[in-house]
Nanobody, 121 residues
Framework: QVQLVESGGGLVQPGGSLRLSCAAS????????MAWHRQAPGKERELVVG???????NYADSVKGRFTIFRDNAKNTVYLEMNSLKPEDTAVYYC???????????????WGQGTQVTVSS
């Protein structure tokens, strides 16, 4: 069994900051790509940013320069530092991780339960 647990969401004023965390636990051999996604009410889920095991990143244009992703491979944890938050960043944020449960076995994508981020004055 593999579990991804997110934390750090909440209510913040425009221009404020939040840090999200996502920790993977369970039967894990290796974690490849990790990512943060978000889904606003009435909209489809979208990729916010992804990070490879070696640290290469891919940001959505809407968050470039404001959000930073980083990971701690020893802790199987990925973080999302969000600065200069805007009302349009309001959404449920989900983390994902492509996890191998054994050497030579395929990886599968696991998802966190989601954490609400609300940007409002």
């Amino acid at each position: 069994q593999v579990q991804l647990v997110e934390s750090g969401g909440g209510l913040v004023q425009p221009g404020g900051s939040l840090r999200l965390s996502c920790a993977a636990s369970g039967s894990i051999f290796s974690i490849n790509d990790m990512a943060w996604h978000r889904q606003a009410p009435g909209k489809e889920r979208e990729l916010v940013v992804g990070i490879t095991r070696s640290g290469s990143t891919n940001y959505a244009d809407s968050v470039k320069g404001r959000f930073t992703i980083f990971r701690d491979n020893a802790k199987n944890t990925v973080y999302l530092e969000m600065n200069s938050l805007k009302p349009e960043d309001t959404a449920v944020y989900y983390c994902s991780a492509d996890i191998m449960q054994g050497s030579g076995r395929p990886s599968y994508r696991y998802w966190g339960q989601g954490t609400q981020v609300t940007v409002s004055s």
